[in-house]
């Protein structure tokens, strides 16, 4: 699965660590998360769309 996360966050002028803060997780894990290493857990992912201000759908994707 892939994501836009890192594009989104970038746009929105956050730091990994300011995302990790929001969401309630590591640094380490926001990283693993935009480099395709970790897929989160629906709580997660859909704690991340709410901080981005987008949804779930259009965060992650499969890749085809």
Same mark, same amino acid.
């Given at each position: 699965m !892939?994501?836009?996360i890192? %594009?989104?966050r970038k746009k929105l002028g956050l730091r990994q660590e300011d995302?990790? !803060?929001q969401v309630?997780? %590591?640094r380490q894990t926001i990283i693993a998360i935009e480099n395709n290493k970790y897929n989160?857990?629906?709580e997660l992912a859909m704690r991340l769309a709410k901080a981005l201000g987008t949804s779930v759908e259009h965060l992650f994707f499969l890749e085809e």
């Open positions: !892939k994501n836009d890192k %594009t989104i995302l990790a !803060k309630g997780a %590591t989160p857990s629906l």
